[in-house]
């Protein structure tokens, strides 16, 4: 598949980094850094603007490195990208680690999935079908 994509960043257009990535990693597009306090989120730029087809929608998503090395992580998570959007990419990031962080031009912020998706109607009834689970939820089979 092809998607359009404008590029009005510096950086490099997003790439798979191996041949079996689900996503492609998006950089920051800022002029000079953005420091990001403690439990502090800010909204960072990409450069980035998409053109999905009918039936599609991009995913953002945190990179697990980030997580785990700085304590960033991405807002709304998954973040969704409809078909019709045509504004920039904006990544909602979040500091959840007792440190300011430094995020630099061109720096990877986030992961990027296409994903497929279907439209829906729903047909209201009185009654659902009983299953064995029926209400249970929120950790209702156990932790082992």
Known sequence: MIIKIVNIS???LPAYSTKLSAGVDLRANVLKKIIIKPLERTMVPTGLFIELPDGYEAQIR???GLAIKK????LNTPGTIDADYRGEIMII????????VEINNGERICQMVINRHE??????VKVLNITKR???GFGHTGSK
């Open 93 to 100: 990031l979040i500091n959840l680690s007792n440190e300011n």
């Open 71 to 74: 304590g960033i992580t991405v």
């Open 119 to 124: 439209k829906v109607s729903f047909e209201e």
């Open 134 to 136: 029926g209400k249970g």
């Open 62 to 64: 945190p990179r697990s």
């Open 10 to 12: 510096n950086n490099k």
